[in-house]
């Protein structure tokens, strides 16, 4: 069974971090790119950074967004910096061939 696990929101003041991880299990991730994406309420997804063999970030969240991955784990992660109040949403992982399976989302809430 295929799953994408996002886990590591929660509620941080503005300029704080957060770490997200995305745990795949069901199919070989290692051949995969990663895409992290968010939505916040009202507005469409947003493609916030994505890892192949490359690196690629929103303008929204360069220099604030990492993105990384550790195939032995079968995990991607997230780390967010500086966050602001405007990164408030939920935070989707997606993966596969043609980046067909999501995960659930995490919620990400900032403010103070």
């Known amino acids: 069974q295929v799953q994408l696990v996002e886990s590591g929101g929660g509620l941080v003041q503005p300029g704080g971090s957060l770490r997200l991880s995305c745990v795949a299990s069901?199919?070989?991730?290692?051949?995969?790119?990663v895409r992290w994406y968010r939505q916040a309420p009202g507005k469409e997804r947003e493609l916030v950074a994505s890892i192949t063999s490359v690196e690629n970030y929103a303008d929204s969240v360069k220099g604030r967004f990492s993105i990384a991955r550790d195939n032995a784990k079968n995990t991607v992660y997230l780390q967010m910096n500086s966050l602001k109040p405007e990164d408030t949403a939920v935070y989707y992982c997606?993966?596969?061939?043609?980046?067909?399976?999501w995960g659930r989302g995490t919620q990400v809430t900032v403010s103070s």
């Open positions: 997606n993966s596969g061939r043609r980046y067909a399976y």
């Open positions: 069901g199919f070989t991730f290692t051949s995969y790119g």
